[in-house]
């Protein structure tokens, strides 16, 4: 699979911005079983995302459903190396989620509890964020 990133855009670069708080919105397991809850305020781009797709669906041994809750719509720009200051913003060179603290990121199902929580905790450490692993509440 492809490296996560837009189709189409709206801006080519965008401000950094502020990323702070805590999260409004996909903070509670909705679709899965199990998920894995960011800590953090933090950004996170495709090929963490992608890391960590990889090492859940490697331990399941492709079993079971995974959701990926978030994605990379923001463009980061970086300048090249040696270029001097000044001369305008640099070209967008790969692209972030903001995650909140609270944010539901990776939700599985179709497995047991113990395969669940192992795969989360292995996509876990490929993120650069605090992580936890929660259980969906039967209502």
């Known amino acids: 699979m492809a490296l996560s990133q ?3 855009e709206a801006h080519r670069k965008v401000r950094k911005g502020k990323n702070t708080g805590i999260a409004s919105r996909c903070n509670t397991v909705a679709f899965g079983d199990f998920g894995l809850m960011s800590l953090d305020n933090e950004r996170i781009n495709g090929r963490q995302i992608e890391a960590a ?5 490697r331990y399941v041994k492709r079993g079971g459903q995974v959701w990926i ?3 990379p719509h923001i463009p980061v720009s ?3 190396l040696d270029v001097k200051m000044g001369s305008g913003k640099g ?3 790969f692209h972030v989620a903001k995650v909140k603290k609270g944010t539901v990121m990776f939700e599985i199902a179709g497995v047991t509890e113990e ?4 795969a989360l905790r292995l ?7 605090r992580c936890k ?3 969906r509440e039967e209502q």
Do not use: D, N
């Open 123 to 129: 996509a876990s450490h490929k993120l650069p964020v």
């Open 78 to 80: 970086k300048k090249p």
């Open 133 to 135: 692993i929660l259980k």
């Open 115 to 118: 395969q669940a929580r192992e």
């Open 69 to 71: 809750r978030i994605f």
């Open 91 to 93: 070209e967008p060179a």
């Open 6 to 8: 837009p189709r189409k």
């Open 53 to 57: 797709r990889q090492a859940i669906t």
